[in-house]
């Protein structure tokens, strides 16, 4: 008997199938994309909300060391008569407290005495022609830079050359008028004709005199400088001995040895006694009036900054006598600061410091 030949089943094709598995890889292809941006979202979203909650637990330990940095100062006040120097003991207020920031928290504070440069709202033309001398200027571009400061902030001061006279912003690109106030940041130096010529390479960039004049110099407004953190060439500008300047500036440093205990001054005539009576014609003074505080937080990779400057006391700025009033004949005597007893109410509180300027920083670490 012959084999029979196996038997053979033909299924029909279907012409759809290919088109329905098409179909499907589409789809998941397609919710794998939006899964992906999905988490692409939520990921962003979640590091913005890391982010934010970090910066406001830096910043609610900045400003709670700021705080604890305001009340040492204001104890040390109190106990010691006034704020003369770091060397009195609160350069280190964080330690002198005993405060310690939470686990995984670096806080640090520095100083940094705004009384020990010169105040611009205030100098005379002759120490400020005095001062770029000395910072190596020569004395012609000493007159062009101070005839140019003062043409800008006094409205009263008539311009010795006519590079410094007001024609010179009106004829600008941008016409501007100078403002006849105080500087109210570095920044505006670049506005300034002669000024931007040699404080400003061609980059924009400052150059060293520029550099030096933005380091020795006060925005702020105090009667006197404080001899106790003043800059050598601040004194020097104020007419003391360079030679004596070096001395001060050795004398007052703070000490490395630890035996030795640090150096300061609480009255002007005890600087004097030790070293000439130029220090009482030069204006000085021992007090700190305008201090500027600085306290950084860390917390792994991120850094935030806080900037103070503060004044100490509760009362308004010093305003000048009027003309009528009688005036002490002593020129080394400072400026009677009034005092206005405030009622103290449950909205109010009695501050020791007036703050003057404030500024946050916030920035990965290096």
Known sequence: MAARPPLR???PRHPRRGSV????????LLTAFLLTRLIDRAGGELLAETKAASRTALRDEAYSALEVTLAV????SANDGGLHSPSQGWDDPLDYSGYEPPPGFTVAVSFEDETGKLPLASVSETVLQHY?????ATTAEAERLTDALLAWTKADYLPRTSEAVPRIYENAALPYAPPHRALRSFEELRAIAIIREL???????WT????KFRADVSLQSFDHVNVNSARPSVLVALGVDPTRTITLADELAPAPDPIRDPKFYRSIAEAAAEHGAELMAAGLGTD??????RVTVRQGARVFQLEAVVQPGNTPARTPAPETATTTTDPNASLATPVN???????????????????ETDEPAQ
Do not use: H, M, N
């Open 9 to 11: 089943i033909f299924l």
């Open 21 to 28: 598995i098409l179909f499907v890889l589409g789809v998941i």
């Open 73 to 76: 100062l204001a104890d040390v």
């Open 132 to 136: 770029f001398e000395t910072i190596g």
């Open 199 to 205: 404080f400003f390479d061609p980059e924009g960039q």
């Open 208 to 211: 060293g005199l520029g550099e």
């Open 288 to 293: 700190v009036q305008c201090l500027r505080v």
């Open 341 to 359: 007893p405030r009622a103290l109410t449950r909205k109010s509180i009695d501050y020791p410091f007036r703050i003057l300027e404030l500024r």
